[in-house]
């Protein structure tokens, strides 16, 4: 019979830990939040390895005194909560007391620390489980070092992805920070390289400008919306939304999180003024009640719940269609002294497109008579609803034993083969021819650049400068010549001649996220990186979807697909982009089988 025994506090603190410390990110996360609450405006981050040899921080808070420095690293001991109902009432970051006992139990841990009336510090450390305490000299505020992160868990360790790979996830964590604390002077080292210096600012805009760039922050709507819920941020302008969500900013009481529901009705907010398949930019800061908002339900703080989430979704949805309508209309919308027209309203989805009645045959003729003008003028009214659809169709063009009947939803052609009906997906296809062809042209050692007629200055992100210095080399020997200008400014010179009739800025910036996405840095061969890069051009370049082909364009597409398909019949994704119903299949479905 199986005995059950009470775990030793060790194993008890390294299974906690499990749960707060899933990487280095999530260390910098916890204590740079502590940093926070402990009212510090200078915080400084330095790191080797992306954080998993070396993570040390140090800010100028209240610091700790003996007492508090001791009680600090064992488990559930806070400063932030007493009583069950001040957890329903959390106005700080941290308030578990979990985060500096998980975090000691899997590392070797330092703790420097001095409060402003203290004549000397207090030095913390714990190796090999050994608690030793002594005083030390050291500036007001604390120090936190980290060495040798999972050294005694090596099953967690080896689950960590390359350092370049974590340290980007830090670099996420802190730039969540330095967007919602202006105030805070931010400093970011990584390997001895300064790679985040943000001086404290009054102003959020010129501290979004820091981190996010000029070019997404001259972009940028203002909005402010009072009440109970209060929501203030900026919003992106429909013309530079992205590709992906990384240029999306939530946060729940200066608290950043993860919330489908938000972003959701933030997108629904822009309605049809960006398509389905981009996504907007925004930085928005949502603050409420504490009592309205749970934060204590999810073991890294990354999500919340909300009190009335369907209260929370209508004020968000309505805030950004205000906020759109007001800085988007047209100037013949506004009255004349300037200010806009109270009943504008953004246009819906439904009104941008083209209204065609449906129509019934069996309704129309059901009810008339057999008198030969009454016929006639029933047809002659069917042909005016129909917009002339009873005209004599032309003669459709054979490519061998193929009949391209045309176009249908301006999404698929529609094919007549011998023995049965194909539907060709013209996306996915025209994406699969291209993706071949580049990749015979990209295999040449001689790849063919374009230079620009006007060279192009980008301003990224921090996130986005990272992951193009991480792929520069890369990218210049794929044809591209880009170059650094200053800090997160690069000029783009020339780029391979299969993409300069692309938008140049949308392409580099898609780029850097399939890159960052599919973990570009990590043991992935040349081929593969430069598969990737094919693979985004082939995409870009391609028909779209719901893209009107005109007969020759058709006819070309449907050549290119009959030439391979006996080979390929997927998208350089895996998807297939042919469709078939042989005469069996049509038989069966319509009950003559």
Partial sequence: MTKIKKLDQDLINKIAAGEVVERPASVVKELVENSIDAKADQISIDLEKGGTDLIVIQDNGAGMNKEDAELSIERHAT???????????????????????????VSQFTLETKTKEGIEGT???????????????????TRITIKDLFYNVPARKKFLKTPLTEYNH?????????????QISFKLTHNKTLVLNLPKTNNWLERIK????LDIAKDLLEIKQQGTIEITGFIGKPEIARQNRKSQFIFVNNRAVSDFLIAKAIKDGYGSLIPRELNPVFVLSIKLPPQLVDVNV?????????????EIFLTVLKTIQNCLAVNLMPARLKTESGQPVKTYTLKSQATSQTFKPHVSYQQNFKNIQTRPSQISQALEFSKQILNDEFEEQKEQPMIGAWRLIGQIHNSYLLVEAPSAVLIIDQHAAAERILYERFKKEFASTNIKSQKLLLPLTLELSARETEILKQSQKFLVDLGFDIEIFS???????????????????????????DLEEHDFNSSKSIDEKKDLVI????????????DKLESEEQIKLLQDVIAMMDKINTCPHGRPFIMELTLDQLAKNFKRK
């Fill in 298 to 310: 999810h073991p890294r703080k990354a999500e919340v719940k909300f009190k009335d989430t369907n």
């Fill in 123 to 141: 030095s913390l450390k714990i190796e090999n489980g050994k608690l030793k305490i002594e005083p030390c000299g050291c500036a007001e505020g």
């Fill in 487 to 513: 800090g997160n400014s690069f000029i783009v010179n020339a780029v391979p001649q299969e993409l300069d009739k692309l938008d140049i800025k949308q392409t580099i910036l898609g780029l850097i996220n």
């Fill in 170 to 182: 830090i670099l996420e964590t802190v730039t969540q920070f330095a967007l919602i604390n202006p």
């Fill in 210 to 213: 820091q981190v996010l760039g």
């Fill in 535 to 546: 693979k985004y051009a082939a995409c870009r370049t391609a028909v779209k979807f719901e």
């Fill in 79 to 105: 400063s932030k909560i007493s009583t069950l109902e001040d957890l329903f009432n959390i106005q700080t970051l941290g308030f578990r007391g979990e985060a500096l006992a998980s975090i000691s139990a």
